[in-house]
């Protein structure tokens, strides 16, 4: 029988206003690979933090290789074997391939670094676990999936016992995670231990030995994947009515098509200019309706967003506004159409922190309350009056600074910018990331009223309750596609789960 | 009544905001008590007016240059845009190149007066700042780098144009720009307060102001929200040329001369009150105000210091020191 290499009992961890982890027990063999599953908010990163020394617990022991042992700092669970490979690399664009996988540790003769040692190690690593690395070329030139493998490269050349992978599939094709999947049995083979996450639950059957799924910061199911389904993974991971987490919306009865969206493709990421971020998408949205946009993180959801909001090209398509088709290149455009974006990342992408209340949420509508490119001052604070009170904008005054508010009085600026425009469809990314429950039903609420007003509205989010809970009708995407599309009564967590992480192709 | 009590409590604040950071002040009002202590000749009204007409020059370039560093850019090239601009005037005040020696009555019949000299300087600096911003915007060359060329191609053309000499000797309508008074105030102190007033309305009251906050305290979201990032940036460098431009015709009329090697040196001045003046370097926050306060600082400083004789190279090292501790104050203003 195998060893247990990690053994945590009743792990805490509490979170200013949230318990994202409560009496978690959680083991791992050595020479498993070990799936780690939950929906997003469920404690998974919270876990792994612990795991790899970056958060330590309030409450529980970790057991590494039979002695109990605190994990203060990262590097404490490096030294003893525990290499985290986070969704976001950690690689040095600059630098070559070998210079990343070394860095930090090069080999030394003298106080020169041995630049014949660290390629020749290079290749080592990459012939025994047959990874496609030249060890000369400069990570910038790499595809993703190849700085993927420095990141492998780079876990395996310290000799790690236990690597943590979060989600390594997401920016993988099929074929690379297969090539992924092949490293990962070797591994298996060397006796070292993998903590897999992925939300691709056909993967899990394909790779994982055991399964633990996390539900609310609870253990909500262990097993061994032999006797595992979909449908059964599915089930430990949702275990609950999205009513019990959302009062659903009042139905409303959207009007005629406002948009129809044509065959829209976007080819090419920044980091690699064959991606196919958009596959022809085609859907149509009616007037006063909320259409809701499920997919997992790279599924596509916001660069369908962006792009018909003019914030990233378009390869092709065509988009129908009221009958007319519209040429959008540009935010600018796509306002003058009467479209708005509320984006998924508040402070990167839509606060002037610096800058009052006031300033940020009437700057789009500056035209409107400007009188020979002087602001109407007095016009421009009726305007912010009037949403601080039928938005219930919670602030000390207009001049505060907007960094000061809570996250949700944040959103509720953003979508008063928009409002005061008076769009006739609203695109919104992640509505309620990061603001707390109350505020999250008071934007739900706000949301339904727009859409009463006759303002179509796409949101898009990654928490399943909340795109069941508002919209009138739901589309699923995955690998820039669309793969379904199911209407308010007849959805629910399960049938969505399956049309993100299978696909029309794999369902059939 | 309470409407009155409303529309007061409601008054636009964009002015306290801008007066909001003190520190500057403190200085500067620090600073001129110690020199007052130490060297009572400083708070004689002849010598203040020096300090304020000295620092008029390169405060008009700090003005516009406040538009551009709101931004998150910078202009090296103002002193070199500077110099080409007061050779543009002269050259126009003299009637051509040719007459550029000629002195006097000669000179006064050929030229074609002070008026259009002034705006041919100021055609110059639009001309180059929209060079430069549109390089910046559409050949997405870092500002930094841009500014820097800039440096040297404007400084390689006025040294061309202008031939090896200063063009020297213009009539007394030019001279008056740099030279004259209304009352006791110095003709380019007024300008200087005068379109530091303008610029400070423009930043604070017109929707092209607001923009130009957005687009330095967030370029993305500016850019999400709908706001024209690139008319902006371009507008920005247009309006520190002009500023350029207009400092150069009156610098020429101050010393009743041109050359090609005036400026040298000013965008470290410039820069210098623009950021001591409490104007963020990433952009986004900062104020005319500030401008004005950090350029009569500077001012205050070096005439103290030539008061009390102390030697021009003490007075370079003493200035390089503060710009850096006024930066390093910012940020621990910001850290808390």
């Known amino acids: ?508 | 009544m309470t409407k009155v009590e409303k529309t007061r409590s409601l008054a636009p604040r964009p002015f306290i905001r801008s007066m909001g950071r003190f520190a500057p002040v403190i200085f500067l009002v620090a600073l001129m008590v110690t020199f007052a202590i130490l060297e009572p000749r400083f708070l004689s009204s002849i010598n203040l007016f020096n300090v304020m007409r000295q620092i008029s020059i390169t405060g008009l370039v700090a003005i516009g240059m406040t538009f551009v560093i709101l931004t998150a850019g910078i202009d090296l090239s103002v002193g070199s845009l500077l110099a080409l601009a007061g050779l543009a005037a002269a050259i126009v005040a003299k009637g051509g190149v040719e007459s550029r020696f000629s002195v006097g009555a000669a000179a006064e019949a050929a030229g074609y007066g002070w008026l259009l000299a002034m705006l041919v300087a100021m055609a110059v600096g639009l001309l180059g700042g929209w060079l430069q911003g549109t390089a910046i915007t559409r050949l997405k060359v870092p500002p930094f780098v841009v500014t820097l060329g800039g440096l040297s191609v404007f400084r390689g053309a006025a040294l061309l144009i202008a031939g090896g000499g200063p063009i020297s000797g213009f009539e007394p309508d030019y001279v008056w720009w740099g030279q004259g008074r209304i009352g006791p105030f110095p003709v380019p102190v007024i300008l200087f307060l005068l379109f530091a007033a303008i610029a400070h309305v423009v930043l604070t009251y017109t929707r092209f102001g607001r923009n130009v906050y957005a687009v330095g305290g967030n370029v993305e979201a500016a850019r999400l929200a709908g706001l024209p990032v690139r008319r902006v940036l371009v507008s920005v460098y247009v309006i520190v040329g002009l500023f350029a431009g207009l400092a150069g015709f009156v610098l020429s009329a101050r010393l009743n001369s041109s050359e090609a090697v005036a400026g040298i040196g000013y965008e470290l001045t410039v820069i210098a009150a623009v950021v001591i003046g409490g104007t963020s370097l990433f952009g986004g926050t900062g104020s005319v105000v500030g401008t004005v306060i950090g350029s009569i600082l500077i001012g205050v400083l070096i005439n103290g210091l030539v008061l009390m004789n102390v030697s021009s190279y003490v007075q370079q090292i003493i200035i390089g020191v503060i710009i850096v501790l006024a930066v390093a104050f910012d940020q621990f203003a910001k850290s808390r």
């Open chain 1, 1 to 508: 029988m195998s060893r247990t290499l990690l053994r945590m009992t009743g792990i805490a961890k509490q979170f200013p206003g949230v318990q994202a982890l409560a009496g978690v027990a959680f083991d791992v063999e050595e020479g498993e690979v070990h799936g780690l599953l939950g929906e997003n908010g469920a404690g998974k990163s919270t876990l792994l933090k612990i795991i790899s020394g970056a958060l330590q617990p309030d409450a529980g022991t970790i057991e590494f290789d039979g002695s109990t042992l605190a994990l203060t700092t990262p590097e404490a669970a490096l030294a003893l074997g525990i290499v985290t490979i986070y969704q976001e690399f950690n690689l040095v664009p600059s630098l070559t391939v070998a210079e990343n996988v070394f860095l930090g540790r090069e080999p030394v003769t003298g106080p020169f670094v041995s630049w014949k040692t660290m390629r020749r190690d290079t290749r080592a690593l990459a012939v025994r676990y047959g990874l496609d690395l030249p060890a000369n070329r400069l990570v910038r030139n790499l595809s993703v999936a190849q700085q993927q493998m420095v990141e492998i490269a780079r876990a395996l050349s310290v000799r790690s016992r236990l690597i943590i992978m979060d989600e390594p599939t997401s920016a993988l094709s099929d074929t690379e995670s297969q090539r992924l999947f092949a490293i990962m049995r070797d591994l298996r083979r060397d006796g070292i231990s993998t903590i897999f996450v992925t939300h691709r639950l056909s993967e899990v059957l394909q790779i994982c030995d055991r399964v633990t799924v996390l539900r609310d910061g609870r253990i909500s199911g262990k097993a061994a994947t032999a006797g595992l389904t979909v449908d059964s993974i599915i089930r430990m991971m949702v275990g609950r009515s999205a009513a019990e987490l959302f009062e659903p919306l009042p139905a409303r009865s959207p009007g005629s098509a406002i948009l129809t969206v044509r065959g829209l493709s976007r080819r090419g990421a920044v980091d690699d200019p064959r991606a196919v971020l958009l596959d022809e998408i085609n859907f149509e949205l009616r007037r006063g309706e909320i259409l809701g946009i499920a997919g997992l993180i790279g599924s596509g959801r916001t660069e369908l967003a962006r792009c018909l909001f003019g914030a990233d090209p378009k390869t092709a398509g065509d988009t129908i506004i009221a009958d007319e088709v519209v040429a959008i290149t540009t935010p600018e455009h796509a306002i003058s159409h009467g479209i708005g974006l509320v984006p998924e990342d508040r402070k990167q992408q839509a606060l002037f922190l610096d800058l009052a209340v006031r300033e940020n949420l009437s700057i789009a509508a500056l035209s409107k309350l400007s009188r020979f490119g002087f602001v109407k001052l007095r016009a421009e604070q009726a305007l912010v009056r009037n949403y601080r009170e039928s938005l219930n904008i919670r602030m000390a005054s207009d001049e505060q600074s907007v960094k000061n508010l809570s996250g949700g009085n944040q959103q509720k600026v953003v979508l008063a910018r928009w409002l005061a425009l008076g769009p006739r469809i609203l695109i919104v990314d992640e509505p309620t990331r990061g603001i707390d429950v109350g505020a999250k039903a008071e934007v739900h609420q706000l949301l339904h009223r727009m859409a009463t007003s006759g303002i179509a509205i796409i949101a898009i989010s990654s928490e399943l309750p909340e795109v069941l809970a508002i919209s009138d009708r739901i589309l699923t995407m995955r690998a820039g596609r669309i793969t379904g599309e199911v209407s308010r009564a007849s959805a629910s967590e399960e049938i969505l789960m399956h049309l993100m992480t299978m696909g029309k192709a794999e369902a059939a």
